[in-house]
């Protein structure tokens, strides 16, 4: 048989293939998808799992290793026999929540976390590519054994050259039938049919090889028996662990494989079908797994020694001359092959896309991914650059790692790797308190276990894991080498993987998730995953689109308020033509109308609203958690204002008393006013009266100099008023700069009494000093220290009412402090007085003599608290006592 | 004899002026600068006219014009309140208390002269 003519066998199966996949999309498109969509096509379509290597390598499998080969078909028998424990949970879900791949699910699961997404997208890509490139390997050695008909061997001429150029048509193939169109499900009849057809010729040739070794080759089934007892695979032992990872793998695959979650809960039409499959596809298996032994026996006694196994059901009926025979073989093992690589492709573009490149490419376009078409045409494009991506990786993993291993090796590894998404998956399923930190961890944990102890190595001593690593740990710890974790040495590798990879896995995502709090999203998702048929099973019967308006009417009026409510009502029955005023409740009028309740009452809540009374629940329980989170949001808000309003309250407080301040200053500052206006009237009624009595008349030469010195004394106490005023407005408002300097107390009452004036002035007023207690240096501002001196002789000059006036002025030291003490012998001043007496113009109203403006003290006070000092009254003196209190600082004995 | 004035106020410039102005018309001027004792020497020989300074030492001459006004010997004496402060309320608050006129300082000394003459009728 020429490698032509099987280049167009293979060819012309593939157009078949086309066509068939064409004519179902075809139907499905016209609605007549009873057919398409049968439990039939869907069972078949599960054989998705039978890939080349069990369609070649179960026989390989067997021939080196008896029975094994079984727990590849054990562990999904199972799984299904148990339908209803996980798959129909998995089944129920997947199309409740519209799921699209496994790594959906999980972030679904989850809380919608994309990061838990990613990475189970990442463990699919890793945990495929091998298988890929196995189905690549098979179907290149199945290729190799055609162009060399004594099936010795294979030494193909370019065997990475036909790897290529299958890997570029499968890639063309899945690129047309899975991305021909954007399903809401991600459904693809046109491939599950193909794939259906896929699945019957590769039983069909299967049971034809096996028929023809039982019945051509041999003498019949009791013939075989007898070789089966002669043969070693009956003297295989039977490893107990490995039988049982083994199973335990097969079982995980079967849920975690991307391409087995693809057709057993992505497309799935309807939940009934699980129930046929459930026992349809054991069977399937039960029959594809029938003459593996057979076939394994029978090549190992007809072929020369070093055959490979791998590829006995091809080089069997080679080897007899059954040239028709071995090509459907061949188609058989390329369908295992292509239908695998097809369903894994599409599974792993729409995880890569999903969860990696979408929200890469919506995170570059904000606001910009709002026009649908755009989006839909950035997804096929992404959906096809992944699929040319993942057959590219597969090539690659063919290149580095081939002849490395058998074929079952390498899907073990697979299977391994995939596994790892188990735990997490069940844990979601089964367990409410599982967190999406927990899940991380574990995801990462086992997938860092399996790398390290399995993929890593699986290519080879030469590859990127050392001899040297392998058989003395990194770094020399013997506890870390890879197939031999925590010092266990002496397992089957496989078995060892997968056991720590599995164990830590779970470990550390039940530990994690323990001890971390889920979200509220990640809780409303626990609970519509795990209790997922109490969640649809009241939902089912909701008739969708009878809406009633007058509900939609009632609850429009409580929030918009009547009138608006109908007004709304009536120009939308205008719109719609309908008579009367309730409109059909179309769904455009749903949406306006909700967007208008959004207005006032937020848009989550009126999503709700609007959906609760349209009968819209899939949303709903999603929608209350927004709706919660706008109830804090308000909450929040109404916090902040409350804040403010404490506040504010509490500035106007502020600003009640600084007005009340305000208020007292401006009391006192007309007060003050009216004081200064009676001041300076005074002197100037005088000095008015007289200037015109001095203009009218013919006075004597006595009476003009009397009035003129009237006139003359009353400028100069309007003078010194003003000084008085200028003077006190400095030191109480203004920085007052002090002119420090040094002088002895003696010398400055000695200018105070200079300037006061007491020598012309009459009567004389008699000054007592100690001039020997007077001889104190003082270090300060000796000009207003001296004002004050000035002042206090004045009053004692000026109210003074003793007949003989006499001022005794005594100095003295006490503690810090130098004492001047101002006496006169005068009536001194009214004990109700004295407290006002520092004050401005508190000039006592009862002394008779003219002349004082009552700002001296006042003056005095302020200028002894600018020099850090005091000035008070001494009450019980004989006369009007005045204490000058200055403190030591800068202070000195001369 | 000329018509007496009493001259109620506590600056001595000021009576010396007043004093002089109102003696060269002929008037009969007498002045108490005690505002506590004003009101006993006013009621014990009530003036023609009552000169009244509105801030003396003792008692406010709005107080002394209030008893004026509440005591029938000195009901009808004209009084004529001088105020240095020449505030808008103390206008008001001598017109309240039945002031005959009033008048701020500085005064025109043809005001005061035309002023008692008009008061004395």
Not at chain 1, 527 to 537: G, I, P, S
Not at chain 1, 811 to 819: K, P
Not at chain 2, 57 to 62: D, E, L, N
């Amino acid at each position: 048989m020429s490698f032509d003519l099987l280049i167009v066998s293979c060819l012309a199966y593939v157009v078949l293939l086309f066509m068939v996949a064409f004519a179902a999309e075809r139907r499905a498109k016209q609605g007549r998808q009873e057919w398409v969509r049968s439990s039939l096509v869907y069972t078949l379509s599960l054989s998705v799992y039978c890939t080349a290597w069990t369609f070649y390598g179960a026989v390989g499998n067997a021939a080196r290793s008896g029975l094994e080969y079984l727990t590849i078909y054990l562990g999904p028998t199972l799984v299904l026999l148990a339908w209803w424990l996980i798959l129909r949970k998995l089944v129920r879900i997947g199309r409740t929540q519209r799921i699209t791949s496994i790594a959906d699910l999980i972030a679904a699961r989850f809380g919608k976390s994309n990061g838990l997404g990613v990475i189970v997208t990442l463990i699919a890509v890793a945990g495929t590519t091998p298988y890929i490139a196995l189905q690549l390997q098979s179907v290149t050695l199945s290729f190799a054994v055609f162009t060399q008909p004594s099936g010795s061997g294979f030494a193909p001429t370019d065997p990475s050259g036909t790897a290529f150029w299958v890997a570029v048509g499968l890639a063309l193939f899945t690129i047309l039938f899975g991305t021909r169109n954007l399903d809401a499900n991600e459904r693809h009849h046109g491939v599950v049919m193909a794939i259906a057809v896929e699945a019957v010729v590769k039983l069909l040739a299967l049971i034809a090889v096996g028929v023809f070794v039982v019945w051509g080759v041999a003498d019949g089934p009791a013939d075989i028996m007898a070789r089966i007892e002669a043969s070693p695979i009956a003297t295989w032992e039977l490893s107990g662990a490995r039988w049982v990872g083994l199973t335990f793998l097969s079982a995980a695959a079967i849920l975690c494989l991307p391409r087995m979650f693809q057709v057993l809960v992505v497309e799935n039409a309807d939940e009934a079908h699980l129930a046929t499959a459930s026992w349809a596809f054991p069977l399937y298996l039960l029959l594809m797994s029938l003459f593996v032994v057979p076939i394994a026996v029978i090549g190992l006694d007809l072929l020369p020694q070093g055959a490979n196994p791998d590829l006995f059901v091809l080089s069997i009926p080679l080897s007899e001359g059954q040239g028709g025979l071995a090509m459907l073989a061949f188609l058989g093992g390329f369908s295992s092959a292509t239908s695998m690589v097809i369903v894994a492709a599409i599974a792993l573009s729409t995880m890569v896309s999903n969860h990696i490149v979408m929200p890469i490419y919506l995170s570059f376009q904000k606001g910009g991914a709002t026009i649908a078409g755009d989006v839909r045409k950035v997804v096929l494009i992404s959906r096809r650059t992944t699929i040319i991506a993942v057959l590219l990786l597969g090539y690659l993993y063919y290149r580095l790692s081939s002849g490395a291993e058998a074929l079952a090796a390498i899907g073990l590894i697979s299977f391994a790797g995939v596994a790892q998404v188990l735990p997490i998956l069940l844990g979601g399923l089964f367990w409410r308190g599982a967190t999406r930190t927990g899940a991380a961890f574990g995801l990462i944990t086992g997938f860092t276990v399996w790398a390290y102890a399995l993929f890593l190595p699986s290519f080879g001593e030469s590859g990127v894991i050392s001899a040297a690593i392998l058989t003395e740990g990194p770094w020399g710890l013997s506890w870390l080498r890879p197939q031999a974790l925590f010092g266990i040495d002496g397992m089957d590798p496989l078995v060892h993987a997968l056991f720590w990879s599995i164990a830590l896995n779970t470990l550390a995502f039940c530990a994690i998730s323990i001890i971390t709090f889920p979200t509220p999203l990640e809780r409303l998702q626990a609970a519509r995953l795990v209790d997922v048929f109490a969640y649809t099973a009241g939902t089912r019967g909701w008739a969708r689109g009878t809406v009633e308006t007058e509900d939609l009417m009632i609850m429009t009026q409580r929030i918009l308020g009547p009138s608006e409510a109908q007004a709304l009502f009536q120009a939308e029955a205008e719109r719609q033509g309908t008579a009367g005023y309730l409109p059909d409740a179309s769904p455009e009028f749903l949406e306006r109308l909700e967007r208008r309740l959004s207005g006032s009452v937020g848009s989550a809540t009126a999503h709700a609203m609007v959906g609760q009374i349209a009968g819209n629940t899939e949303a709903l329980v999603e929608d209350l958690i927004r709706v919660a989170g706008e109830a804090q949001q308000i909450l929040e808000y109404s916090q902040r204002l409350e804040q403010k309003s404490t506040e504010l309250s509490r500035t106007a407080g502020e600003l009640q008393r600084a007005n009340e301040k305000l208020t007292a200053l401006s009391v006192q500052k007309d007060a003050f006013l009216s004081q200064i206006s009676h001041e300076l009237r005074t002197p100037m009624a005088s000095i008015r009266s007289f200037s015109e009595i001095l203009r009218d008349e013919s006075l004597t030469d006595g009476e003009r100099t009397q009035f003129v010195t009237v006139i003359h004394d009353e400028t100069l106490r309007l003078t010194r008023l003003l000084d008085d005023l200028l003077n006190l407005s400095v030191l109480e408002n203004a920085q007052v700069t002090l002119n420090i300097g040094q002088g002895t107390i003696a010398e400055m009452i000695d200018r105070a009494v200079m300037a006061s004036g007491v020598k012309v002035a009459t009567p004389v007023l008699r000054l007592d000093r100690r001039k020997r207690d007077e001889q104190i240096v003082v270090e300060t501002d000796t000009d207003r220290l001296t004002q004050v001196f000035i002042n206090l002789i004045g009053n004692a000059q000026k109210y003074c009412d003793a007949a003989e006036p006499v001022l005794r002025i005594r100095v003295s030291m006490l503690h810090h402090d130098i004492l001047l003490d101002f006496m006169d012998n005068g009536s001194g001043i009214p004990s109700d007085s004295q407290a006002l007496i520092f004050e401005k113009f508190s000039r006592l109203t009862d002394s008779a003599s003219s002349g004082g403006a009552g700002l001296g003290l006042a003056i005095c006070r302020e200028i002894m608290g600018r020099l850090g000092g005091a000035i008070d009254y001494m009450p019980g003196q004989s006369g009007a006592a005045f204490r000058v209190r200055l403190p030591m600082r800068a202070v000195q004995a001369a | 004899m000329g018509k007496r004035v009493l001259l109620v106020e506590d600056e001595p410039n000021i009576i010396e002026a007043i004093r002089f102005i109102l003696q060269r018309d002929g008037w009969h001027v007498s002045s108490h600068s005690d505002g506590a004792t004003a009101f006993d020497i006013l009621s014990a020989t009530p003036p023609d006219v009552v000169i009244l300074d509105a801030m003396l030492p003792g008692r406010s001459g709005f107080d002394i014009l209030r008893e004026v006004r509440d005591t029938d010997e000195t009901r009808n004496v004209p009084v004529l309140m001088l105020t240095a402060k020449g505030q808008v309320k103390d206008r008001e608050l001598a017109e309240h208390y039945g002031a005959s006129a009033f008048m701020t300082k500085p005064f025109a000394n043809a005001d005061i002269l035309a002023t008692v003459r008009a008061l004395a009728g």
